[in-house]
């Protein structure tokens, strides 16, 4: 393991799409910077701009005015760069084939790296999911 | 040198641009050759003109020599420029002739000796000033009647206190001249002659004339006359006035900072909020006319070294500023700075050299500016260990030429970013880099600003501008090529820092506005920026009075014109033995006066 | 109240189709559509009622569109003016003179349900996506997802 | 109008907001001339999804509009339902629901207050108060077993209890959090600071408010004194003392305050709700509906943000035949037009903040409604198994 | 000459600087952390952060002039540690510095956010301008009292516009900051360099949630990194400036270190309260508070200055 990806586990910068949500995920995400769960102990930082993201938390179910954009903004995320799956919705796809503006499952859109389910998953299933993936990697 | 000077009205009237370019080549080589000439004085003497031979005098000093070298420089530069700007539809007749014409009064009045043939040139350029903007449109006829109507009221200013001289002195050789400042007359003289020189090179109370003139007339007049020329002459002449015509007091000091300082300020926050780059320009010749009318005024050899080098650079610069001006504005035929922008990935030279001149004009190191700008702080410093009221106020000349130069970058950002960088504009699409002629000689002045920047201190001072002023001492230590050196090298840190990282990597994406798709209506042009600056209440009150011209001389005199002509026109009661009356009434008032 | 509905009859007496109450503070009321800037302008202007908002939906007989109003002087009543649009002619006078509150929702209507609003300044997609196809309405019975 | 304005664009994905949603402001300078909504971003037709669901499962979908005010989508759509049915429902019940309610609107507030600060770049505030939320969502994973999503509420009553002995446990948490939020109002009334950024920007005057028609704290910011819970009582709150609060302003300080002061108001209701409950003691909490009749029903709740209405028709089948969902922020966020325009883009990022849009609720989408987290609520553990399964199985077929 | 390099590249240039400007502020955000009551970064995270964004991607903006948008952070990082080392070199006592060197300071320390600024136009992102725009005019007002606040120490010390004599007239007579003028121009100098260093009350060009990054938005990968470690080491710069014009600059006898690096972290400290403890405020008001009323405080202190106060 070079130094360089030592480091980018070390400090992974997270830009969050929120790609159709309920909301519930995303306010869980910011709840992960929060005291209580801190992930600035990781390294971790809420970018706003999304060149400067090496994580993207994707929320929500993916539709089809936001598809586009979803993609667009997987352009312009400088590699390497974590695609993470947060909550249910984004996950699967079963029951999302009953409204019309549905677009498919993140996965049919962009590339996914991590799924991490839930209705909404809890800020510690966030940053174990994100913490799991690396030491794997 | 009379031959040269012969010879030119001959000449002009080839009229083709090579020849007078290849004309002017030679000229340039006579003017090095000038340079090069010992220091000496000659009077000119033709037959025919017999006994008024007397009046030609020449003189050849460092300062006039420096001048010359540099008036021919510009000639042959601009002319280089106009082959290709020239041939566009424009009612460009006889320019070459006017071009040729001003160059020739120009030689004649620095070098002559003679202050009435001074005036005589004197008078000249400003005719060939309002023959160059004989434009076709109201704006430029009425900006063209403003520059002359300033330029001909100071030069008649300026005959009254060559009367004076004459009356104080009894001759009119400049060399040798050297009036204490003191009683009315010299005072008066002082005075008229100091507008007659600031209305040239234009500085506070009577700049107006620079903005309206460069909004209206094309780059390469625009370059030639007030951005170059018209300083190199005015500070000239000023330069002559400080150090050969009088002797200045303190309080002629304090005048002359004080002039400086308001002319940097006020100039320089105008030009914060045009919107026409061609205007913005203007007011900036306006300003940095101040750092020379504040090293000039210092009266010290630091402080001369300080505005001689300032006005050179100045000249350099500013020109190449009017010339990429040009350039830009002959491919767009935009002169708005919110119709602009993004044009530097097609036209990357002229951006290139308009980002050197930027950064020259704001003082940035380590380019020509800040070299004659630091110059002019050291003599300031220098001067505030003296004892006059001028003295104990250093501080304020100080701090008005840093703030000056901070806001002077700050105005040309506004204008680097508005029309070379940001988003390309549908309608620029097809618009190529300029032809190479026209670009070369702001390459050339380009290459010339980094060139007198890095070598500053070591050859230019030494060669160009210590013999004017004679020996002096830095106070402050400004090593232009450790510096230099040391800036490439973090630079090169900067490139093997680049390399360390992913560089190979390098990968166009869209621009980031939220993940939508960039639209031509989504930016943010950079003409807006100052538009906070208005909203803050003193400020904006200001600029409301300055878009109104209440600080405009010209719109003063002209009210007060109109006003007497009101009042006088219950005068006119048509009998030709009253105006007769009048006026002799008023010849004889004006021989009482000069009595 | 009691009082808005009866001075809503007296009003417009020959323009009310039906009048009828589901409890004490629900209260519906059919009426024709070319009456309705009329009534709601009542009830906005006069009553003093709240727009709350409209429910437009597709039922066999055409487009029927509630409007909720309700009177917020304490007493929770609700009144909604009902009105049906055949589908043929999906028109019907934009509220949007009346008060600006009802720009959205027409908007909204138009898009989900194909209702033309006339006189509405600014009848753009609000909801859908940009390539979504014409005359499609998700909200109509006949509507499949595909 | 707009041609020869400049366009900032705020959004979709801006960190101003967690939801997806696109303001055009046409600036002059950096003041702003126009606003234009772009959206969309988020629909996703969850009334139409209403429309194939039984009623129970209704109360499921609707919980996913929006999830901070999670429960008060659930809270108007019983309403309405018992509209239909015309049932009254148990008087501990009604205690429950109005409990959960506060609880919403106490940790939704605090969430709009962090945020606020955060946008306003005062990063302390919102650190601050999202600490002192945390023992709110405590509290609810208590009570029903998950932070949000509480899948408390059911046509007819409650479906969980809240047992007797975590009454104790939430009177705690209240009583601790009444001097935090006494330090809240002391540190934002009086910073100099904030009030150069919050008086007098944003102004809505009450003629603005009744031309859009808005809800909630924004209208009670501009002195019209709206609340659902004194209009058109329902649930535990007539039985209960509280006062709407109001402030003539209609500025962003003003919407501030108003939400400062209601937490006060929130946490005596809970108190009450709780005394209530000790009364209560063994009662039923529900009612069973078997059949739901034909016809039409509206229901009504105070969210933290406004008015929630939903009007639900029946034809006697255990479906809706139309769900309509009308959430506070539709009615809110038009109000931009008005108290955005002559404001900068730095006033008009906080004027966007301080209505607390909610776009998801806007906008109605539908988030996957998934039978296993809805029904039964998933502890931490499970998450994280679950998690460890998938993140198994990505790496496997790498 | 390979002096001067070795001053440049090693000590007190680069290294020097971007290593302790890295520990300054972590520093800050340690303490950042600590008042949000959260336990904050590790010691190594803006190394970490560095490095990582060196093995990124760099993106280079379709609407971009490229040159310029890879130059701009060169410049900054290149004219940082030139300032740098005028401060530092007299401030340690390694050289003296030369007569009129806060001038040339004053220049130099502008560069960094003139690059800024170049490159954030040069990206052609209408948020990074709007960015841009602020940072410039934030920067002609914040200039004034910066100057007459260095003017009022000049007063002091009878005229010299030399660090070097700055610091010995304060090993003679105490630190400035013990005068009347002095603890004036601590204020307005404290103002300025959170303005400098772009901290919260007046981080108005990146003001996150309003212009996402603002001027940074665009930059990615490399060139962000370089601008990282440029800020890294305004971060140590910035304070140690402060130290040397009022607190009285360094001494490295014997304990007196520990005291020296104390200072440096008490102004880091004051730096990083103030921006936790204060909203942002919006440009109009930031140009007023710097064109009014820290002017005025400037000005006064500029009076008490010639007074002798």
Known sequence: ?137 | MGCLLGLVPDKARGLKGWISFIFLCVVFYFSLIVFKMENSSLTLTYPVIGSLSKFFHFRIDPLSKLVVLFIGFFGMIISLYSLRFVDGGLDYKGYYSKFLWTLAASFGAVLSDNLITFTLFWGFLGLTLYRFLRGSDERSVAAAKKSFILIGASDSILIMGLGLLWLKTGHYMISGMKVTLSGEVSIIAFLSLLIASLAKAGAFPVHSWVPDYTQAAPGSVSAFLPASLDKLLGIYFLARICTDIFILTPWAKLLLLTIGSVTIITAVMMALVQHNYKKLLGYHAVSQVGYMVTGLGLGSPIGMAGGLFHMINHALYKSGLFLTAGAVEKKTGQVNIENLGGLSTVMPFTFLSALIFALSISGVPPFNGFVSKWIIYQGIIDFGKGFSLASHLWVIWLGSAVIGSALTLASFIKLIGGIYLGAKRSKFKNIKETHFLMSVPYIIIALLCVGFGIAGTSVILPELITPVTGPFRFIGLWESQTVGILILLGILLGVIIYLMGNIKKIKTANNFIGGEYPAEDIQYPSVEFYKTLTDIKPIGWIYQKAREKYFDVYDWGKKIVLWASHILSGLHTGVLTLYVVWTIISLGLIILLLL | MKDIVGHLKKEFKSQIIEVYTHNAKRIYVKIPREALVKVAEFLYKKARCRFAIASGMDTRDGLEIIYHFSDDAGSGVMINLKISVPHKDPQVESLTCLFKGAEWIEREMHELLGIKFKNHPNLVTLLLPEDWPKGVYPLRRNYKNE | MNEKKVVIPIGPYHPLQEEPEFFKLYCDGEIVRDVVWESGYNHRGIEKVCEGKSYDQVTFVVERICGICSTSHPFAYVNAVEDIVSIDVPTRAKYIRSIIGELERIHSHLLWLGLAGHFIGYNTVFMWAWKYREPILDISEMVTGNRNHYAMFKAGGVRRDIENEYIPEIRKVMNKLKPKIDLFVGAVMDDPVIHSRTKGIGVLTKEDIKEFHALGPTARASGIAIDVRKDDPYAAYPLVKWKVITFDEGDVFAKVKVRLLEFYESISIIEQCLKGLEKEKNSPIEIKIKTIPPGEGIGRHEAPRGEVFHYVRSDGTNRPIRHKIRAPSFMNVPTFRASCIGQTVSDVTLILAAVDPCYCCTERLLTLYDWETGKKTMTFNDLIKLSHAKTARVMKKR | MIKTIIHFLVFPGFLFLSVAGGFVSWFDRKITARVHFRKGPPLLQPFYDFIKLLAKETLIPKNSSPGLFLLAPVISFTATILAGILIILPAFGIESGFQGDLIVIIYLLMIPAISLIFGALASGNPLSSLGASREIKLLISYELPFLLTLLALVIRTDMSIKIQEIISEQKLFGPFIGSFSGALGFIVMMMCVQAKLALVPFDLAEAETEIVAGAYTEYSGTPLALFKITRYMLFFIMPSFVVILFLGGFDFKGWNIILSIGKVLLIALLITLVRNTNPRVKIKAAMKFFLVWMNLFAILSVILAVLKY
């Open chain 1, 1 to 137: 393991m070079g130094i360089k990806e030592y480091c980018f586990k070390k400090s992974l910068w997270v830009f969050h799409i929120a790609a159709s949500p309920c909301n519930n995920c995303d306010i869980e995400i910011l709840d992960c910077l929060t005291p209580r769960y801190d992930i600035e102990r990781f390294g971790m930082l809420l970018t706003g701009s999304i060149k400067h993201a090496d994580v993207l938390l994707v929320t929500g179910m993916v539709n089809k005015k936001a598809k586009k954009r979803v993609k667009e903004l997987y352009d312009q995320v400088p590699k390497p760069c974590v695609v993470v799956a947060v909550g249910t919705c984004p996950s699967s796809g079963i029951l999302f084939k009953e409204s019309y503006n549905f677009a498919g499952p993140l996965d049919k859109v962009i590339p996914v790296d991590v799924y991490i389910p839930g209705c909404p998953p809890k800020p510690e299933a966030i940053i174990a999911g994100i913490v799991k993936f690396l030491n794997k990697k």
